[in-house]
Structure formats: structure tokens, C-alpha cells
């Protein structure tokens, strides 16, 4: 080369963090999460691991960071006005993301990585469980505000009584986590499980 | 000794393997979930490792197994007739198992560990989810033939409803572990989140 100034490098350009992740997230696509490390994710992005840990301490938290980034966009609590359309809608792109073979696997491991790693379990209740229940609640108390929830729930089981089932099912492997889930848990959440008696006519028995 | 045969030991008089638990137990109780092995449990039941191992593949299936044990006589579901005060008993009790220190971080480890190993995981599935899931069905579909309970349910999804979220802040620890939650999530869940008219004289605003 004749330029005394060497070619623009990822690492040089700062486009090195988005070449690791998207590293990342090719490696989740094609291997299972104990099948990398970070040498695997530096030499797919280009860079070197010491560049990497500039900005991850592992690469636990690079692949967290990296599949929430890849499915964020996705999980944005909706306000049509109907909150059974919104919570039937952000539960299934929720179980679609779980159900995702190149993303549910991974999101089991990391938890329960997290199980042994405070640092990975702050990323988690930070990033991921904090802000969930952020919005959640936030467009629970909307439908409130709307007259289509209880005004005197506590929104914090409300809101795990809906999303603890899916993550359940994944965590532990309890059961399908089909888009019907969405629908059955919505309706079996707003309308309850207990008998409820029609203005002017109960349907079925009463409860004793 | 002048007798040829030897005196009895735990080994010989086929309690070691209650040896074993109450040792797995002792441990559990000292010791955070992956600072004992199976050679302590061995020494702290007065058996070999080798004794240990014809009856369990490895430290984590007896640990599961101790605890499971220990635990399952107060994991009974009641039937007394009214679903609230059993459905709300049982959460109590189960949630009271999580919260023991001397228990519930073990759960955490052992099911963190389940998600990487298929026999730990075929236990939880057949010694705890599988008979967890099919008591809570049996008391909901006396529930249902009671009136106490809809006809219409998916009974999975009502028995994910209740039980997925305590298992959800025990895992995730995204959400405090108090008995208090039994009553919220019972009341919750029987009654439904959206505003239920009453018969007769609608309370508050209607769904739109």
C-alpha cells in the first residue's frame, strides 16, 4: 500500500460492535450456545477478543445484548384501545420469539447462566424483566384508565399471572408454546376462571 | 470381634440410601447448591461414593430426589370443598418451599442445571411437573363439576395461569416470593382481571 494510512477497519471505525453482534447472532443461528465462545464471535466479526471485552466482560453478556437487540423491536406493547387484541398480540410475538429455535435455546441457557452469574442476572432484571413489566403495567393502567381492567388489581400479579405461564413453559419445559397459548391466556386472564354470572341471567351453576 | 459375621452397617441394612437423603438434606441446609459434591454426601452418610452411584447417576438426581422428598408431604392439594382456600393453600405451601433458603436456591441451581441435562430434566418432568399438573387438574375439574370453576377452561393453560408465575419470580427472581401473592394471585385469576359486572348492576365502566 502506498498510503502511509492503513484502510478503514471495522474496529478503527467503530462499526466493530455491530459486527460482533450480528457474529452473535449468526453463531446463535448455527450452533447451540455452549458450541462458541468469544474467539468464535471475534474472529466471525473480524475484530479481536481484547476489542470485544473493551465492551463485554464475556460473551454471556455480548449474546444477551445481542439477541435483545434482535427482538425488541418485536415487543413493543401495543394501544389500539383494546387491550384483549393488544395482550393477545404482545403475548404471541413474545411466544413466537421463545418458540424461535435459533432464539428460544439460547434465552434458556442464559437464564440459567444468570442462575450463577449476578452480572448476567442484573443484564436480565435491567434490560430485559424491568422494562417488560414497565410497559406491561403501564398498558394495564391504561386499560384501567379505559374501564377494561379492575381498578383495584395489583398490577404486578396481573401482570406475571399473564407472562410467568410462557416463561414457565420455556424455562421448564412444561408445555406448548403455541400462538393459541396467546389467546387462551388472555381470555382465561380478563375473564377468569371462576363462573361468571351474566347481568340479569347467570349462566351455570353458582359458586357454593 | 469373635463373630464371623460382620456387625450391620447402613450399607448392609439397605438405609444407606436413607443415609444418602438425610446426608443430600444436611448439605443442602450448610451449603450453597454447588459447594458440596457426591463425595461429601458420601462422607457425611458413611457410605462410598461407589454405594452412592448403583442407585444414582450423579449428585444432582439424589439432590433433586432429597429435596423432592422432603418437600412433597406438604405439597398436597387440598379439597375441602371450596376451591379458593385450596388453590390459595397450596400456592401458600408451595410458595413457602420456594422462599426457604434452604430450599429454594437449590431448585434454582437444579433447574439451571436441568436446561443442560436431559435425565435431570426427565426427573422434573416426571416427579414434579408431570404430578404437580395432573393434581392441580383433578382439584380444578372437581372445581368444574362443583360449579366452582367454568366449564369452558383449558385446564392447562388456568393450571399454568396460577402455578407459572411463582415459578416464574423463583427462577427469574423477577418479583418478591410472599404469601401474600397466593391471595392475590388466587383472587386474581378465579375472578378474572377485566371489571365484572354484577348481576343485576353493572360495577363501573363496561369493557368498550
New interface residues.
Given amino acids: 500500500m502506498t498510503n502511509l494510512e492503513q484502510a478503514p477497519t471495522a474496529t478503527d471505525s467503530g462499526r466493530w460492535r455491530e459486527s460482533a453482534v450480528d457474529a452473535a447472532l449468526a453463531l446463535c443461528r448455527e450452533r447451540a450456545f455452549?458450541e462458541f465462545d468469544i474467539s468464535d464471535i471475534a474472529a466471525r466479526a473480524g475484530v479481536d477478543v481484547e476489542t470485544l471485552h473493551s465492551r463485554w466482560p464475556d460473551r454471556k453478556l455480548l449474546v444477551a445484548e445481542a439477541l435483545l437487540g434482535s427482538v425488541a423491536p418485536r415487543m413493543t406493547f401495543g394501544a389500539t384501545?383494546?387491550l384483549s387484541v393488544d395482550l393477545r398480540a404482545q403475548l404471541a410475538a413474545t411466544i413466537e420469539v421463545f418458540a424461535d429455535p435459533h432464539i428460544g435455546p439460547h434465552l434458556?441457557?442464559l437464564?440459567?447462566?444468570?442462575?450463577?452469574d449476578q452480572r448476567l442476572?442484573g443484564f436480565?432484571?435491567k434490560h430485559v424483566?424491568g422494562p417488560n413489566?414497565a410497559a406491561a403495567r403501564a398498558r394495564?393502567e391504561l386499560a384501567q384508565e379505559?374501564?377494561?381492567?379492575?381498578?383495584d388489581?395489583?398490577l404486578?400479579?396481573?401482570v406475571?399471572?399473564?407472562?410467568?405461564?410462557?416463561?414457565?413453559?420455556l424455562?421448564?419445559?412444561?408445555?406448548p408454546l403455541t400462538v393459541d397459548?396467546a389467546d387462551?391466556?388472555t381470555e382465561?386472564?380478563?375473564?377468569?376462571?371462576?363462573?361468571?354470572?351474566?347481568?340479569?341471567?347467570?349462566s351455570?351453576?353458582?359458586?357454593?
Fill in positions: 455452549h384501545g383494546d434458556v441457557a437464564t440459567a447462566e444468570a442462575s450463577r442476572a436480565f432484571l424483566f413489566r394495564f379505559q374501564g377494561q381492567l379492575r381498578t388489581l395489583d404486578n400479579t396481573a406475571d399471572m399473564v407472562f410467568g405461564p410462557i416463561w414457565f413453559r424455562l421448564l419445559n412444561t408445555g397459548l387462551s391466556l382465561h386472564a380478563l375473564r377468569g376462571l371462576a363462573p361468571r354470572p351474566e347481568t340479569g341471567a347467570p351455570g351453576s353458582s359458586p357454593a
